[in-house]
Nanobody
Framework: QVQLVESGGGLVQPGGSLRLSCAASGSIFRIDDMGWYRQAPGKQRELVARITIGGSLNVAGTVKGRFTISRDNAKNTVSLQMNNLKPEDTAVYYC???????????????WGQGTQVTVSS
């Protein structure tokens, strides 16, 4: 019943910008952390950025200063603004959310299907 849907991926030139968005829908009581992970060819999935419901941040050093994560608690969305993109940023980007479906439910992690970001000339 819970679904995370990403949008905004695509092809962009080095130095360009792209904005990813993720919307959570369905039976949701409360969302704790939300974030973005990515997986490049030949590499393990890695953290890009996470943000708590209170706005605390955890951003990977490889993207710090270039990427900005934000969320809208009223809309159950999280976004990733990516600036000065590099070929090394090419990966499938996944949205994640830790949430409770009801007040009595345990916290569970949900994932989106992923969206491709390709940085190339």
């Amino acid at each position: 019943q819970v679904q995370l849907v990403e949008s905004g991926g695509g092809l962009v030139q080095p130095g360009g910008s792209l904005r990813l968005s993720c919307a959570a829908s369905g039976s949701i009581f409360r969302i704790d952390d939300m974030g973005w992970y990515r997986q490049a060819p030949g590499k393990q999935r890695e953290l890009v950025a996470r943000i708590t419901i209170g706005g605390s941040l955890n951003v990977a050093g490889t993207v710090k200063g270039r990427f900005t994560i934000s969320r809208d608690n009223a809309k159950n969305t999280v976004s990733l603004q990516m600036n000065n993109l590099k070929p090394e940023d090419t990966a499938v980007y996944y949205c994640t959310a830790d949430l409770q479906k009801t007040y009595a439910s345990a916290l569970q992690t949900y994932w989106g299907q992923g969206t491709q970001v390709t940085v190339s000339s």
